[in-house]
């Protein structure tokens, strides 16, 4: 079969390989790949920075054996492992050959302390497919079938199937907190923050106010939900009082956009450190800020952190993955309903074949993309 794999610790190294269909080991389950979709964690692999190059250099061998990158993705099962539970009769959601499923990347341990108080998604022993163990953006991959999720094929088709790994992201994010009748402000509208758009708003926030530098995603937001996008200048001018300028500028739009509410729930997504500030910035007093965006340095630093935060008296929450299944058992009720399918398809810009994966990396760094989706050639 073919895979892309990534081949060496540095910026780029990726290739098209032949290599063998894997096994399908006992309690696993063998798929096969028909759409795959790049995420920030990909980006990162591919450009070799930031905090994911960090977690990657302590947790793995640092690609000194090739591995097959990707995560999210959807496929068909081929076979069903020995000894998979769920398989069985009394499965509450039985797998069988023939499912079109999607998967949960977080393969969590079950034994650690985070798991035994049902925190999946903070595992201390969790292992990420396509980055500890080969990935999906091949033609079969083998998972644990604790990490397989079914889906209804007259309800999902290949193209959401294949996002609703991120979409999760966005669907714990935006429930974290009951966002029905709050004002939502998301900063950084990639993927993950359009999402979180339209979660948002089918959970009833009553205002979405959306924050970027890039003109393209904006005009995706307003075509998912947003009701008000702003858009605020790209790492502006270097010194600190221009950059100061700019956060007193867009909290001064996003006060105007959100009256008579106030920001209630904000979502720093970008990951950018001047928006981290501007977040907690625009967070009215008692808000909430839910943060998701990785940062490309390792340390950040707030400017006003006893203004903003301990005298805002602001909850600040680290979201991380998905509520495992709790977050895919939201999902599936939300990608249920068609207007969510419709808007959930038009975040998708880009359908590349998967041998063309390095247009689908440049297309996704560019930034002049919703979500960058990888097919299979189908013959
Ligand atoms: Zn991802
Ligand atoms: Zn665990």
């Given amino acids: 079969m073919k895979a892309i794999r990534k081949t060496a610790p540095r910026p780029g190294a990726l290739e098209w390989a032949e290599v063998h269909v894997p096994e399908c080991g ?48 959807c496929g068909e099962v081929v076979e069903v492992g020995r000894e998979v539970r769920g398989a069985g009769p009394g499965a509450a959601e039985p797998i069988r050959p023939g499912q079109l499923v999607s998967a949960e990347s977080h393969i969590v341990c079950g034994a650690c302390y985070q798991c035994r108080r049902g925190q999946f998604q903070v595992c201390t022993g969790e292992r990420i497919i396509g980055v500890h163990r080969d990935g999906g953006f091949a033609e079969y991959i083998a998972i644990p079938a604790a990490c397989i999720w079914v889906n209804d094929p007259a309800l999902v088709p290949v193209e959401v199937a294949c996002v609703e790994e991120p979409f999760g992201n966005a669907v714990h ?151 495992i299944y709790d977050t895919w058992i939201r999902t599936r009720e939300l990608v249920s309903r068609p207007d969510v399918r419709t808007r959930i398809r038009a975040v998708i810009t880009d359908t590349i074949p998967f041998a063309r994966y390095e247009e689908a990396f440049q297309k996704m760094i560019g930034r002049e993309s919703g979500k960058v989706v990888l097919r299979v050639s189908q013959d």
Wanted: charged fraction near 25%.
């Fill in 26 to 73: 006992p309690g696993e389950v063998l798929v096969r790949v028909r759409a795959a979709s790049l995420c920030g964690t990909d980006a990162h692999i591919y450009s070799w920075d930031g905090s994911v190059r960090d977690m990657i250099l302590t947790t793995t061998d640092n690609f000194r054996r090739p591995r097959i990158i990707g995560h999210e993705f």
């Fill in 173 to 323: 994010a935006a429930t974290e907190y009951d966002p029905r009748g709050q004002c939502v402000v998301i900063f950084g509208v990639g993927p993950i923050g359009l999402f979180s758009i339209i979660v948002a708003s089918a959970f009833g926030a009553e205002r979405i106010i959306a924050v970027d530098t890039a003109a393209f995603r904006l005009d995706l937001a307003s075509r998912v939900g947003a009701h008000t996008t702003l858009l605020t200048a790209p790492a502006p001018g270097g010194d600190a009082p221009g950059r100061a300028r700019e956060r007193e500028r867009i909290v001064g739009l996003i006060r105007d956009a959100a009256a008579p509410f106030e920001a209630d729930l904000v979502f720093e997504m970008s990951g950018h450190t001047d928006a981290i500030d501007t977040a907690l910035r625009a967070a009215r007093r008692g808000g909430k800020v839910l943060l998701f965006g990785l940062p490309k340095v390792q340390a950040v630093t707030l400017e006003r952190y006893a203004e903003d935060v301990i005298f805002g008296g602001v909850t600040l929450k680290g979201i991380v993955g998905r509520k």
